[in-house]
């Protein structure tokens, strides 16, 4: 696991899956990195599907990348996005307004921010 901003309390979270062997994650990871630097209101979470196996647990990925949404520890997101960062922008700033509602999900990926100590 990879923090990519500073901790935060409330607000919202990012958890992006990833896999350190794919290609196209390389190109997500720094753009999730500037993203997460100019937004100081929410956290942001790399996971590694291999490396961060405990934490992924019973998630099913099926493509790269994949993101998880987060607010106030309720998930109102949770998909595979493209991978160029305007979408990924506009994406997350869907969910900034906090307009978003509570996204059906898998349990594993409801209980994500526990596992991560949020």
Known sequence: MQRLSAPQRGGYLVVCFCAAWCDTCDGVRAALQRIAAAD???????????????????????NFPTLAVYRD????????????????RRTLGAFASGDASRAEVPNAVSRLPVELGR
Request: charged share 25%; aromatic share 10%.
């Open 40 to 62: 100081p209101t929410a956290e942001y979470i790399w996971l590694d599907i291999e490396d961060d196996a405990a934490l992924v647990g019973d998630i099913e990925i099926e």
């Open 73 to 88: 520890g309720e998930p109102v997101f949770f998909g595979v996005s493209p991978p160029q960062e305007g979408v990924i």
